[in-house]
Nanobody, 124 residues
Framework: QVQLVESGGGLVQAGGSLRLSCAAS????????MGWFRQAPGKEREFVAA????????YYADSVKGRFTISRDNAKKAVYLQMNGLKPEDTAVYYC?????????????????WGQGTQVTVSS
């Protein structure tokens, strides 16, 4: 079992940057594929990025490719999302999530563990 806690959200102007962190507890963090998702008001939760267990493979939604970077530090039991060039449409609650397998990494329903979320608001 793993517990996840996100931090780093906030209010930023369009074009700005934020770095989200997700701290994990539990001994098996390094065995989990980790993902970031987001959910805007009135919309479904959507995939943002995912990273393989050792960080060798990363995956991004087309809407954030080239602007966001996912990374992880297994020694610190943490996963990060560096967000540059933020746009108002990036406004959402951002969640980190974990699962055993890389398959279906883009599906929220495929993840077993979720954090409580952190709010990101981008003003125009």
């Amino acid at each position: 079992q793993v517990q996840l806690v996100e931090s780093g959200g906030g209010l930023v102007q369009a074009g700005g940057s934020l770095r989200l962190s997700c701290a994990a507890s539990g001994r098996t963090f390094s065995n989990y594929v980790m993902g970031w998702f987001r959910q805007a008001p009135g919309k479904e939760r959507e995939f943002v990025a995912a990273i393989s267990v050792r960080g060798g493979s990363t995956y991004y939604a087309d809407s954030v490719k080239g602007r966001f970077t996912i990374s992880r530090d297994n020694a610190k039991k943490a996963v990060y999302l560096q967000m540059n060039g933020l746009k108002p449409e990036d406004t959402a609650v951002y969640y980190c999530a974990g699962r055993w397998s890389i398959s279906d990494y883009y599906r929220p329903g495929a993840y077993d563990y979720w954090g409580q979320g952190t709010q990101v608001t981008v003003s125009s």
